[in-house]
């Protein structure tokens, strides 16, 4: 099993263009999230999805969008990039959405908007 | 309102010794589990252990334990006998299923442990 896979590990944008982060499981895992990390603050959600076809907002959900159209996959898409979204991206899934699994995470992305 | 609280920002440790490193937990669900995560130098978050709040026993995994105080809503990461592959970043997350949450992981802002050799 590769686990959590995210591509790219690191991208540079310009302010106000778009991008789109992938993360895939094959560990057919119903619950998958992406979190942002930045200095001081540990990690934050901003999106989260609970199965296929089924998504919602986490804390910090402003500025991006995601999708599940399948199992393995969760998308996270920039609209229009801003510089306060320089941050590291992690995507992480667990079995279900439940108190009692573990989360897994992908390697992250670095990205930085200038 | 959930909430995860590291009160140490940064500890060191002799090589050899053990470590304890400090959560503190809030949460009015009776359904919870906590979860330790490492993050070295490197950027990757490696699970660590985890507690489930109905476990009456505390958990372990090798030289990791959690000391876990239910009533004091406590829990605290013990590394024994530390080695220098132990410096990283370490955070205590929880998750929950109060107010439709979902089961989504809360974190704290994390503990920098540097072992000394």
């Known amino acids: 099993n590769a686990g959590v896979t995210q591509t790219p590990k690191f991208q540079v944008l310009k302010t106000g263009q778009s991008m789109t982060l992938q993360c895939a499981q094959d560990?057919?895992?119903?619950?998958m999230s992406w979190y942002r990390q930045d200095p001081g603050m540990g990690l934050r959600l901003i999106h989260y999805?609970?199965?296929?076809?089924?998504?919602d907002q986490g804390e910090v959900p402003n500025g991006y969008n995601v999708s599940r159209s399948t199992t393995e996959d969760f998308p996270l898409r920039l609209l229009s990039a801003a510089p306060s979204q320089t941050s590291v991206y992690f995507c992480?899934?667990?079995?279900?959405?439940?108190?009692?699994?573990?989360?897994?995470f992908g390697p992250g992305t670095r990205l930085t908007v200038l | 309102a959930q909430k995860i609280t590291q009160t140490q920002p940064g500890m060191f440790v002799q090589e050899k010794e053990a470590v304890t490193l400090d959560c503190t937990y809030d949460?009015?669900?009776?359904?919870?589990?906590l979860f330790w995560y490492k993050q070295p130098s490197s950027g990757e978050m490696i699970f660590l252990i985890y507690?489930?709040?109905?476990?009456?026993q505390n958990a372990t995994e090798g030289r990791y334990s959690l000391n876990f105080q239910k009533a004091r809503k406590s829990a605290n990461l013990v590394i024994s006998a530390s080695q220098l592959g132990d410096s990283a970043m370490y955070f205590c997350?929880?998750?929950?299923?109060?107010?439709?949450?979902?089961?989504?992981?809360?974190f704290g802002k994390g503990t920098k442990l540097s072992v000394k050799p």
């Open positions: 949460t009015s669900d009776p359904s919870y589990g």
């Open positions: 560990m057919n895992h119903e619950y």
């Open positions: 997350a929880m998750r929950a299923n109060y107010g439709g949450s979902q089961g989504n992981l809360i």
């Open positions: 992480a899934s667990s079995y279900r959405a439940s108190p009692y699994n573990e989360q897994f």
């Open positions: 999805s609970v199965g296929a076809g089924i998504t």
């Open positions: 507690q489930g709040s109905y476990d009456q």
